[in-house]
Every structure is written in C-alpha cells, then in structure tokens.
C-alpha cells in the first residue's frame, strides 16, 4: 500500500464472461479505478478462452498495479460440466493473478451480498445499488458480472478493514 491508497481487483469469474473492477481506497473510501466484463470466444475450444482470460487479466493488474486480489468463489452447481467450466475459469483468473504477485482472497457469494446488503440472499439488483452508492457512481452503465466483481472488491476491503481493527483491538 501506498500514499496513492490500496488498489485491489475483484473478480467474478465465468467460462463466457469474467466481470472485473478495480477499485482504490483511500482513508477507508473506496473510489472506481475500472470495471467492465471479458468476454470469451464462445465458439473456441475452452484452452483458448482460458487463454483471453488469464491474458487480459495480466494486462489489467500491470496496467492498474493492484496488490491484491478478491474472487468470488464457486458456487455448488447442478450441472457437472458447468461447475467444471466455471472452476477452470477461476483458475486462470488466480493464476493471473499469482503470475503477478497478487495474494487472492476467496468470498463465498452469500459472504459478499451480506457484506454489501446486509442480507446473504439479496437480489443482484440490490448489489448493485449499494455498489454504485459505496463508489459514488450516479446511474452506473456497468454489466452485471462488472458490478458482482466490484461487489467482491468491495467485500474484501471492508473484511480487510474488520481484520485490521480487530488484531489492533487484542
């Protein structure tokens, strides 16, 4: 961290889109550095759209120098295959991330709607109101997978800020 504040990635991982933000925070506000989605060639073998993944990841954390990175983690799906897809995809994303340097932190979905709402089952739309009002973005034009993975940025600095008051409290 530095005079400039902590720079941290939140990441919403898929095998089709992968939101990303990118936020800063400084005297304990967080402000919008970047967010948006990368989207994958679908009809690319699952290697090469891993590939864009972890690429574009690289290009973001040297562009933007965060030092540490949140990821959603996965959800217990039905599908088999999915579950697998999704995995794969967190894989790159992390790996981008460790090629980098970037400690990763892991939230459960429902850790981060109860962080941001209040409530471990509040609809996405909710998230995104209360992430828009955390960064102080007027009628926000992010994708909703943007505004999941600014959620897990979010998430980890105010449990980042939790840990820090409570080793200075023992």
Not at 26 to 40: D, H, K, M, V
Not at 140 to 157: F, G, M, N, T
Request: with cysteine; net charge positive; proline share 4%.
């Amino acid at each position: 961290m530095s005079g400039n504040g902590l720079i941290v990635i939140g990441l919403d991982p898929g095998s089709r889109v992968t939101g990303y933000g990118i936020v800063r925070e400084i005297s304990g506000q967080a402000e919008l550095i970047e967010t948006g989605t990368i989207r994958t060639p679908v009809k690319k073998d699952m290697g090469t759209r891993l590939g864009v993944i972890f690429d574009k990841l690289d290009e973001l954390i040297k562009l933007h120098g965060p030092v540490e990175a949140a990821i959603e983690n996965v959800f217990v799906s039905k599908n088999p295959s999915s579950a697998l897809k999704l995995g794969q995809a967190r894989g790159a994303a992390m790996a981008a991330c460790a090629t980098n340097g970037l400690t990763v932190s892991e939230y459960e979905p429902s850790k981060v709607k109860k962080n941001i709402v209040g409530v471990g089952n509040a609809p996405k739309d909710q998230v995104a109101f209360m992430v828009a009002h955390c960064l102080s973005v007027k009628k926000p034009k992010w994708a909703e997978d943007a505004s999941d993975a600014l959620a897990v940025a979010i998430c980890h600095l105010n449990e980042r800020r939790m840990r820090k008051l409570t080793c200075t409290q023992r």
